[in-house]
T-cell receptor
């Protein structure tokens, strides 16, 4: 079974707009990571946020983490057509530090 | 290239046949992971190795599945007596030791069982 759930499942926006997606998870975590996947390709790591952090930035990405609500959000600002991809959150549980548990992902389409 | 390499990229096999996939991780990475991903879903954890030791296996990994990492470098994933339900993308990833690091994924092996 998968650990997290992303919301929304799909998101369609125009270039220049911001894209926000959310992730909820079930167990205590060591950290939470966001990955991106282009169609039919492998996953690329975007950003990692530790359980004792609340917000993190990397370029046009902003990630928040609320451990009390067991949720995280990923914001992509000023989106570009090249941001079209599926985005997954993945958690590292505290009771199983060796593996990532992924959600089902949010499919983002950015139209020019 | 020092990324994670998987071979083959695509495999079509008949039901009942055995298949084996190979993963070459980033050379200095101790940890190696196998995941399975079906269309529209996130990757599902199968198993992981720390060096040559297989430390955890998912219940998804039936008796028909076996993974090895004999010398702590490359790994193989074998599926015996393939079934149509095994059709999926099989992803390999590696990471340095430690829980606070990202995983680096290969491009995956797409298996189609006909």
């Amino acid at each position: 079974s998968q650990q997290g759930e992303e919301d929304p499942q799909a998101l369609s926006i125009q270039e220049g707009e911001n894209a926000t997606m959310n992730c909820s998870y079930k167990t205590s975590i060591n950290n939470l990571q966001w990955y991106r996947q282009n169609s039919g390709r492998g996953l690329v790591h975007l950003i990692l946020i530790r359980s004792n952090e609340r917000e993190k930035h990397s370029g046009r990405l902003r990630v928040t983490l609320d451990t009390s609500k067991k949720s995280s959000s990923l914001l992509i600002t000023a989106s570009r057509a090249a941001d079209t991809a599926s985005y997954f959150c993945a958690t590292v549980p505290t009771d199983s530090w060796g593996k990532l548990q992924f959600g089902a992902g949010t499919q983002v389409v950015v139209t020019p | 290239d020092t990324g994670v390499s998987q071979d083959p990229r695509h495999k079509i096999t008949k039901r009942g046949q055995n298949v084996t996939f190979r993963c070459d991780p980033i050379s200095e990475h101790n940890r190696l992971y196998w995941y399975r991903q079906t269309l529209g879903q996130g990757p599902e954890f199968l198993t992981y190795f720390q060096n040559e030791a297989q430390l955890e296996k998912s219940r998804l990994l039936s008796d028909r599945f076996s993974a090895e990492r004999p010398k702590g470098s490359f790994s193989t994933l074998e599926i015996q007596r393939t079934e149509q339900g095994d059709s999926a993308m099989y992803l390999c990833a590696s990471s340095p030791e430690g829980s606070r690091t990202e995983a680096f994924f290969g491009q995956g092996t797409r298996l189609t069982v006909v």
